[in-house]
């Protein structure tokens, strides 16, 4: 297993993890539900975190996780699935939860 990501909420860590699912890199994640426990923790250490399964696939998810933050945003993306209209920052499809285009 291998650290890939830190989220600072876990729906980010969730569509994180969503989109490696579909690209094929086996995940999870971790302190999900950590967050009752800030204050009593440092808040690192409470943060959501998404780990990969196989090490030798963290090339593949670390170049997509860099193509992803490195695009800028649209006004607007149409859901490959569904064909819903979705705001250009969302990174799943809100009706039908299809990952979008990076």
């Not at 650290?3 to 993890?17: E, G, K």
Request: net charge negative; with cysteine; proline share 5%.
């Amino acid at each position: 297993m291998k650290r890939v990501y830190f989220a600072n909420t876990l729906m980010d860590a969730q569509l994180v993890a969503d989109i490696l699912r579909q690209l094929g890199i086996a995940n999870h994640i971790f302190n999900a539900n950590s967050a009752g426990a800030l204050g009593e923790l440092p808040f690192a250490h409470a943060l959501p975190e998404v780990w990969i399964e196989d090490e030798r696939q963290e090339k593949s998810a670390l170049n997509a996780l860099a193509e992803i933050t490195s695009k800028p945003e649209s006004a607007e993306k149409t859901c490959p699935a569904c064909g819903e209209s979705n705001p250009g920052n969302f990174l799943s499809c809100w009706k039908c939860g299809q990952a979008l285009a990076a």
